[in-house]
């Protein structure tokens, strides 16, 4: 026996040093992650900030704008847009890493260059006309022409060179356009990557300027654990100088493609870097102090705008130093607000139409009927001048007066478009083509005018109501947002996976990033050891435990350890957002107990034969199995259990049996009790002996069961339902002279239930005050001419199945302790309406029994009588009531009844 235990344990040990050091050298890493993403699908959604919005450069977008990438002076647009109309942040996901081409200035050359052509033109003409008409008319000699020919030569030499200039304006500078845009928005974020395969070549001077405006200097680090970097790969110079700041968008991806993970800093030549949405989360929380730990980040006094006061968040670091994303659990559509980027780039063609359309009606003069203070595009030079002003490095404060200018622009456009400016004009067409006289030509002409004017002004106020519709799309969106600008189209694959989606936009890990932060939530992981701690003591435990045990318990262990284990690892996790590495410790319980369990499989095997061979001829099925599961059960004695007893008996069986044939008696017995026993063991209860006619059964035991007292009353309830229909079959077929009446008694209580006898043999039986009540209770049926009855603690395990006729409270022959007695009347979802009325009146008769008023009493018994002439019960109390209406009862009367016979 020793031995066998040594090389078991042995075995034990072995099987957690293999997962340990499969855990130690990363082997199950894959399985681990894993089982990680199946806890993120159990634990609560996190919460997401209405604040953060993805600006999507989306299939629409690169549908209606053209392939990606785009002029970069249309995002310079859009970012113009957005803080126009109310963004907070605009953090770039997108690498402008590489200078732009050389571009034309769209509106210089559809507008600014023919308007200059024109002016010179025009002055060269009227120089000509002037000219020649001057000689024609004789105030210039012919002789003296010459002259002024030749200033009109060095005239057009000047227009010429006046032109040339102009036509070297047409090319525009994009990327300085750009950097202007995010100048004049203020709080736009670029990208800084942190690279370690190649090399990035920057002047000295930027990368100190990288060094002292982009690096952290308000990280304190305590820690040798962090990342480095061997290059940094930034935004162009002239770009991420004009910027608020700049972050890293570099994602890690675990082993099996899924990002899980994330990078806070990373080093550079000794200055610290920050993530993407790091550097616009310090400056919107205050620029609080931080202090990197080999275990987590401490943000200090942070100032989340919204809340009431600072507070300190402390961001746990997973074991390998880096951070847990904290996704929302649904694919990247469904998670944050969305806007489309073709929003702000039709909201900029939509105002050039505008613009244009309303430039028409000015040539026509049509805004001499408007009614403000000042030229209705007053507003708009104004603040297309502070957009210069600003763009050209101006003062950023003059911004709001941009925003109001435009605001009270296309307000007053609104005014015009939608009020009586349209009806002044064609009302004063109207009173013209009222006057008598008008010429058909001249009437031709008014109603063509007429017409011009109204599709004038509709399409006019069309092409408004789109463009405010618009606005108001994108305001809605960006007012008061921390807007995460990048790419989610499917053509540009800067796609990824999480786990919860396949395809989850890269530019969406920023925003969980974000989010997580504003929710001060976060997830961590346990260190390695401790889960190889965990399985060495586990399974030793385990193996303390079920190393005596048999196969099935071995099993059982094993699996509720198992469980336990999985049980711990989701409660840590969805209370405290710990993931604890539990593979090691759940494997090597598994394998252990596997392992031990094929052992005392095939020990067990020959015990199981053996018991079977010995004792399967004279013990029931359930109690073989219960030996087989336990042969310590096969030693003598037994044990206390809370369990129910049924003792049945046939009324009169003597009387009966002395008129029926042996062999009749035998054939009818047998069909008796088989029916009877079949109905008890259907509700799982165990048959103790047959006495003749009698049989003796309990429920509880071997097997347990919670409801025993339910079961043994549901079977007897259906035995005496049985019993009818076996009489009629009996009667019509003549096999007994009388009915077979069966009285039954039930009784709940602790009873001794085991073996007893001798070594040789034995019985598996009951013993104990509770079983001879429920014997007393079989014939105390006779006293109430009822034929089910169960004691108060049967009754008090029943809850509301069934329908109970209350009875007295009794001594039985040979108990002193009285007991409430219950008739069993039926199961009460199968009892009719009669039964209940029948049991309601009983019962409001015993209160009047109980409180010795003998003539209502009496009265109340009579009406169930009426109702059921052949109710036993009722029939009994009216005679108590006749007696003690005569003699009453001693006045120290408990109300307890001794009866005096079994």
Not at 429 to 456: F, P
Not at 508 to 532: C, E, K
Not at 711 to 716: G, K, M, S
Request: glycine share 6%; charged share 25%.
């Amino acid at each position: 026996m020793e031995r066998k235990f040594s090389i078991r344990i042995l075995i034990a040990i072995l099987i957690v040093i293999v997962f340990s050091l499969l855990t130690y050298f990363n082997i199950l890493t894959t399985l681990e992650h894993r089982l990680y993403d199946v806890l993120l699908h159990l634990k609560k959604d996190i919460p997401e900030d209405q604040r953060i919005l993805l600006v999507d450069i989306d299939d629409t977008s690169i549908e209606k704008v053209g392939v990606w990438p785009w002029s970069r002076d249309i995002v310079a647009n859009g970012l113009l847009t957005m803080s126009e109309l109310g963004a907070d942040y605009a953090v770039f996901d997108i690498e402008y890493v590489q200078s732009s081409p050389t571009a034309v200035d769209p509106d210089f050359l559809e507008n600014t260059l023919p308007q200059a052509f024109a002016d010179e033109f025009d002055i060269i003409n009227g120089n000509i006309i002037d000219l020649f008409g001057a000689i024609a008319s004789g105030a210039i000699p012919g002789d003296a022409a010459e002259e002024y020919i030749s200033q009109l030569t060095m005239l057009n030499e000047q227009a010429r060179d006046v032109l040339i200039s102009k036509v070297d304006e047409i090319s525009q500078d994009n990327d300085e356009y750009f950097s202007s845009t995010i100048y004049f928005f203020g709080n736009a974020y670029m990208t800084v990557n942190m690279v370690d395969d190649y090399e990035v070549e920057m002047s000295p001077a930027f990368e100190e300027w990288l060094r002292e405006n982009i690096a952290y200097d308000k990280l304190s680090v305590e820690t040798e654990k962090y990342p480095k970097a061997e290059s940094l790969d930034p935004a162009l110079a002239e770009l991420i100088t004009m910027s608020a700041g700049a972050g890293f968008p570099n994602i890690i991806i675990d082993e099996d493609g899924v990002r899980r993970r994330i990078d806070f800093f990373t080093e550079y030549k000794g200055d610290f870097y920050g993530q993407l949405v790091i550097s616009p989360f310090l400056d919107w929380a205050g620029n609080p102090s931080l202090t990197l730990t080999d275990d987590y980040l401490l943000i200090e006094d942070a100032y989340i705008p919204g809340e009431d006061g600072p507070r300190d968040l402390k961001v746990p670091r997973a074991e390998d130093g880096t951070f847990l994303i904290n996704w929302p659990a649904k694919g990247y559509w469904e998670s944050f607000r969305h806007l489309s980027f073709y929003y702000m780039v039709l909201h900029n063609w939509q105002e050039e139409a505008l613009i244009a359309s309303l430039g028409s009606l000015e040539a026509d003069n049509f805004f001499t009927y408007y009614e403000g203070d000042q030229d209705i595009f007053a507003g708009y030079d104004y603040a297309e001048s502070i957009k210069a002003e600003v763009l050209s490095g101006g003062d950023r404060t003059y911004l709001q007066d941009y925003r109001d200018s435009r605001e009270y622009f296309y307000s007053e456009v609104g005014s015009f478009i939608n009020g009586q400016s349209e009806s002044a004009i064609r009302g004063q067409i109207q009173d013209i083509l009222a006057m008598e006289g008008l010429s058909d030509a001249d009437t031709a002409y008014y109603e063509d005018t007429d017409a011009y004017v109204e599709s004038s002004f509709a399409e006019v106020r069309l092409m408004y109501e789109d463009y405010m519709k618009t606005r108001e799309i994108i305001r809605e969106a960006v007012d008061g947002s921390f807007c995460i600008i990048g790419s989610s189209a499917t053509s540009t694959f800067d796609r990824g996976v999480n786990p919860f989606s396949k395809e989850y936009a890269n530019v969406g890990t920023h925003a969980a990033v974000f989010n997580m932060l504003i929710q001060d939530s976060y997830l961590d992981d346990s260190p390695q050891w401790l889960s190889i701690l965990l399985a060495f003591v586990i399974t030793m435990l385990l193996y303390i435990i079920i190393h005596r045990m048999d196969a099935l318990p071995t099993i059982l262990w094993g699996i509720a350890i198992i469980i336990v284990l999985a049980g711990v690892e989701i409660a840590v996790f969805l209370l405290l957002g710990i993931y604890i590495q539990l593979l090691t410790p759940i494997l090597s319980v598994l394998c252990t107990f596997l392992f031990i369990s094929v052992m005392k499989f095939l020990e067990t095997a020959r015990e199981r034969s053996y018991i079977r061979s010995a004792f399967g001829h004279y013990l029931s099925d359930a109690v073989i199995e219960n030996l087989i599961d336990d042969p310590d059960k096969l030693s003598l004695g037994g044990e206390k259990k809370y369990m129910s007893a049924v003792f049945t008996d046939v009324k009169g069986f003597s009387s009966i049996s002395e008129k029926l044939d042996p062999t009749d008696l035998v054939k009818i017995l047998n069909m008796y009790l088989t029916e009877m026993s079949n109905l008890i063991m259907d509700q799982g209860g165990t048959i103790d002996k047959y006495e003749g006619d009698a049989i003796i059964a309990f429920f509880g035991a071997p097997v347990e069961f919670d409801d025993h007292a339910k079961r043994a009353c549901r079977a007897a309830v259906r035995m005496k339902k049985l019993e009818n229909i076996m009489n009629q079959h009996f009667m019509e077929d003549e096999l007994v002279p009388d009915p077979l009446l069966t009285r039954i008694g039930i009784n709940t209580g602790e009873m001794v239930v085991g073996n007893m006898g001798t070594a040789r043999k034995m019985d598996y039986t009951i013993m104990g005050n509770a079983v001879n009540l429920a014997a007393r209770l079989e014939g105390v049926n006779k006293q109430y001419n009822c034929w089910k009855l169960i004691s108060s603690m049967t009754a008090d395990d029943l809850g509301d199945e069934f329908v109970l006729r209350k009875l007295d409270r009794v001594r039985v022959v040979g108990i002193n302790e009285p007991v409430r007695l219950y008739e069993l009347v039926d199961e009460s979802d199968l009892a009719n309406e009669q039964t209940v009325e029948v049991v309601d009146l009983f019962h409001t008769a015993l209160e009047l029994f109980e409180d010795k008023r003998w003539i209502e009493a009496g009265a109340e018994f009579q009406k169930i009588l009426s109702i059921a002439p052949e109710d036993g019960p009722a029939g009994i109390y009216i005679k108590r009531c006749e007696e003690y209406k005569k003699k009453a009862p001693p006045a120290n009367w408990d109300g307890v009844f001794n009866l005096t016979t079994k």
